[in-house]
């Protein structure tokens, strides 16, 4: 049984984002949860996925203090099955990766799909290929994929909007 987080989500008015996807370096999450202090309030970060040894350990002290406050939560990989189910328990979608490897820059990472399929508003880098494909939905919302501070600051600004469209 997974408690329908979506619910309690609007009792407490946070909002739910989560990043799908392998928990490693070259996907800048260290990044992410070095500054986490600067997410909104209202939000609260999950990682699910397959974690790499490594990046745990040089990480650990940044995650146990994040997750102690309730802002951090890690999920190990879910069956491919369960991916829609589970994302449907979200309000929107983290897209994060560098921009080191040409692949990164022009393409999509499929997670861009198990997003869409469930239905999630999606806050991407925006890098080339990311581009493209916001231009064709609009429920995706870029940052800047050189200035994590930017993301930030676009979870502020879409705020209103994921008000608007949440259920409930």
Known sequence: FIPNERVDSKKTKRINLVYLGLVDYGRKLEEI???LEQLPSTYKLTFIGKIRKQWLKDNQDNLNYWISLGKLELIEA???S???E???LYDIGLISYDDNCL???LCAPAKVTDYLH???PIIA??????EEIAELNSNIYLYSSTDVYSLFASLNEILPQLRI???G
């Open 118 to 120: 469930s239905d999630l």
């Open 165 to 167: 469209q949440a259920p």
């Open 82 to 84: 369960t991916i829609t």
């Open 86 to 88: 589970r994302l449907s």
């Open 125 to 130: 880098p925006n890098l080339p290929g990311m």
């Open 103 to 105: 692949n990164n820059r």
């Open 78 to 80: 879910i069956p491919e």
């Open 33 to 35: 949860i070095a500054h």
